[in-house]
């Protein structure tokens, strides 16, 4: 059964902390993403990934920062969290050149009081 | 700029047929695939057009067209399951690498 997994359901931060949220599949996909998905806005690309140690911007990059350093995890890095960063984030990872078949994780509820 | 849009909310009734429309405006396209996602969980993958035309999935079938930038979802013979969100979402490239999502349409359905 193929499985990406968020390291966190539910997380609580305070603003300006520093916060990381971790993503790891293991389908062996090239690329991964990690959204922001906010009501009546839909899921919105704030990074990716095609390799390893690879990333480009999304739509909304600012105020995030990712890393990959091994082709199965790729990590979400919130350099000082504020308060309009709280949301649900979605990690998701495809195969190059299969179509468009995202696989995705269950989600991180972020809150930053 | 970038822009994919849906209907915010479609309603039904069991049994029915209903159709969700997806029009997009995006630099460079590849493909367009439509993901379902219930309450509090994560978004599935439902289907993919390449090409102009429809595809069938059991009762769901999928149809695009290029030249119009549009695409749409038609559930058959709805049950109370598919009472969820659906998106529709741009491929800009064959390497699925830009994944672009819409907004989403908020389907419910009732007996």
């Known amino acids: 059964d193929v499985k990406v997994t968020q390291s966190s359901r539910y997380l609580v931060k305070r603003t300006g902390e520093k916060v990381f949220l971790e993503c790891v599949q293991d389908?062996?996909?090239?690329?991964m993403f990690w959204y922001r998905q906010d009501p009546g806005l839909g899921l919105r690309l704030i990074y990716f990934s095609y390799d390893v140690k690879m990333k480009e911007k999304g739509d909304i990059p600012e105020g995030y920062s990712v890393s990959r350093e091994k082709k199965e995890r790729f990590s979400l890095i919130l350099e000082s969290a504020s308060t309009n960063q709280t949301s649900m984030y979605l990690c998701?990872?495809?195969?190059?050149?299969?179509?468009?078949?995202?696989?995705f994780g269950q989600g991180t509820r972020l809150t930053v009081v | 700029g970038q822009s994919l849009e849906q209907p915010s909310e479609v309603t039904a009734v069991e049994g029915a047929i209903v159709q969700i429309n997806c029009t997009y405006q995006t630099s460079g396209f590849y493909g367009l695939s439509w993901y379902q996602q219930h309450d509090g969980g994560a978004p599935t993958f439902l289907s993919y057009n390449a090409l102009d035309g429809l595809e069938e999935t059991g009762r769901f079938s999928s149809f695009l067209s290029r030249s119009d930038s549009y695409g749409y979802l038609l559930l058959q013979e709805l049950q109370m399951k598919d009472s969820a969100s659906y998106f529709c979402a741009v491929s800009r490239s064959p390497n699925t690498d830009k994944l672009i999502f819409g907004t989403g349409t908020r389907l419910q359905v009732f007996p």
């Open positions: 998701a990872s495809t195969r190059q050149f299969r179509g468009t078949e995202a696989f």
């Open positions: 389908m062996d996909h090239e690329n």
